[in-house]
């Protein structure tokens, strides 16, 4: 009885210490920030930030730059645009997180992108 108590006891140490890290681990990941005061500062955020999102958020992100990017781009006569370099909008992504960049490309255009994935039907 004794060791049963004892092994209950060291799994229940072991599923704290794994609470524990995956909280560390969001805590770390969902803080990072945009730094666009030099064009250096924003390359070595912004990869940091997309190494920290799930493969869907990386879509996510490219999507909300691009709608970002359209928007700051020049108008031809038709109404398109011609996105600008991402670099061009360092300063708008500047202090911004994730969701803040997420939210601020579906307002570009009113557009909210939904990302799924499409598999082929089973015979």
């Given at each position: 009885m004794k060791k049963l108590k004892d092994l209950g006891k060291e799994i229940t140490r072991c599923l704290a210490c794994l609470l524990?890290?995956?909280?560390?681990v969001g805590c770390t990941t969902a803080h990072v920030?945009?730094?666009?005061?030099?064009p250096e500062?924003?390359?070595?955020?912004?990869?940091k930030m997309v190494s920290s999102l799930s493969p869907v958020d990386r879509i996510k992100l490219e999507a909300a730059?691009?709608?970002?990017?359209?928007?700051?781009?020049?108008?031809?006569?038709d109404g398109?645009?011609?996105p600008?370099?991402?670099?061009?909008?360092?300063?708008?992504?500047?202090?911004?997180?994730?969701?803040q960049i997420w939210a601020l490309g579906g307002k570009k255009k009113g557009i909210i992108v939904k990302v799924?994935?499409?598999t082929e039907p089973q015979k």
């Amino acid at each position: 009885m004794k060791k049963l108590k004892d092994l209950g006891k060291e799994i229940t140490r072991c599923l704290a210490c794994l609470l524990t890290v995956a909280w560390v681990v969001g805590c770390t990941t969902a803080h990072v920030r945009i730094d666009g005061s030099s064009p250096e500062a924003f390359e070595r955020t912004h990869a940091k930030m997309v190494s920290s999102l799930s493969p869907v958020d990386r879509i996510k992100l490219e999507a909300a730059e691009l709608m970002i990017r359209g928007a700051a781009g020049p108008k031809s006569s038709d109404g398109s645009s011609t996105p600008v370099p991402l670099s061009a909008i360092r300063g708008e992504l500047d202090g911004k997180s994730f969701e803040q960049i997420w939210a601020l490309g579906g307002k570009k255009k009113g557009i909210i992108v939904k990302v799924g994935f499409i598999t082929e039907p089973q015979k």
